[in-house]
């Protein structure tokens, strides 16, 4: 009888080894791919840094449960240490973000475009609860117009950028977004957000 429980209580104990090993690999993939997000935000000239490596780098807890749900775990499953493949170039990336910032301010594109800015809008307030746009503007001042090799219209956009405030993030951040227009049957079509967010350049809130 010892011995029956003894083995159970072994198999027991591979079982639970075998499946924090596991939890381990999983953690580990994801993080090898948002370790190469974080690479390229350090290699950036302004840092631009995505949505995600924000998450990660700003409120990694959020960043755990969301993974937690996609692995089939949950949070405290997590060992305390669960970043330690990425931490370092987190603390760099980190530093990086709070030396440029404070030298950065947001430059005003040369064009205003009330209507595409307004669609813009509406999807970064959307997108990013409880952010605040505090300026947005166009860099061109007509549409930027695609055409084929006939010379037929295929699409026309309009670039800008706006200065949004995110909630737990520092500093503000500069991000781009793109309004377009496919042509078809002799017309244009209604416009639409093609792009917008991401992630951003961190700068000065002002």
């Not at 290699?43 to 749900?69: H, I, R, Y």
């Not at 060992?79 to 370092?88: I, L, Y």
């Given at each position: 009888?010892?011995?029956?429980?003894?083995?159970?209580?072994?198999?027991?104990?591979?079982?639970?080894?075998?499946?924090?090993s596991?939890?381990?690999?999983?953690?580990?993939?994801?993080?090898?791919?948002?370790?190469?997000?974080?690479?390229?935000?350090?290699?950036?000239?302004?840092?631009?840094?995505?949505?995600?490596?924000?998450?990660?780098?700003?409120?990694?807890?959020?960043?755990?449960?969301?993974?937690?749900?996609?692995?089939?775990?949950?949070?405290?499953?997590?060992?305390s240490?669960?970043?330690?493949t990425?931490?370092?170039?987190?603390d760099?990336?980190?530093?990086?973000?709070?030396?440029?910032?404070?030298?950065?301010?947001?430059?005003?594109?040369?064009?205003?475009?009330?209507?595409?800015?307004?669609?813009?809008?509406?999807?970064?307030?959307?997108?990013?609860?409880?952010?605040?746009?505090?300026?947005?503007?166009?860099?061109?001042?007509?549409?930027?117009?695609?055409?084929?090799?006939?010379?037929?219209?295929t699409?026309?956009?309009?670039?800008?950028?706006?200065?949004?405030?995110?909630?737990?993030?520092?500093?503000?951040?500069?991000?781009?977004?793109?309004?377009?227009?496919?042509?078809?049957?002799?017309?244009?079509?209604?416009?639409?957000?093609?792009?917008?967010?991401?992630?951003?350049?961190?700068?000065?809130?002002?």
């Amino acid at each position: 009888m010892k011995q029956l429980l003894l083995m159970i209580l072994t198999g027991m104990l591979s079982v639970s080894i075998f499946a924090q090993s596991d939890l381990k690999t999983k953690i580990d993939a994801n993080l090898m791919f948002a370790g190469k997000d974080i690479q390229r935000a350090i290699d950036d000239p302004k840092n631009s840094t995505s949505d995600d490596v924000q998450k990660l780098l700003f409120e990694p807890e959020v960043w755990k449960a969301e993974l937690a749900k996609i692995i089939n775990a949950t949070p405290d499953q997590f060992p305390s240490n669960w970043r330690s493949t990425v931490q370092d170039r987190l603390d760099q990336l980190s530093k990086l973000i709070n030396d440029g910032a404070t030298t950065r301010s947001w430059v005003a594109p040369p064009f205003s475009r009330p209507a595409e800015e307004s669609m813009a809008k509406t999807k970064f307030l959307a997108y990013y609860k409880g952010a605040t746009v505090l300026k947005i503007g166009s860099n061109y001042k007509d549409w930027n117009m695609f055409k084929n090799s006939l010379g037929i219209p295929t699409n026309r956009f309009v670039r800008g950028i706006a200065l949004l405030k995110i909630p737990k993030r520092p500093f503000c951040q500069v991000q781009e977004w793109i309004v377009k227009q496919t042509y078809a049957g002799g017309r244009w079509s209604a416009a639409k957000v093609e792009s917008f967010g991401g992630g951003g350049v961190f700068v000065k809130c002002e």
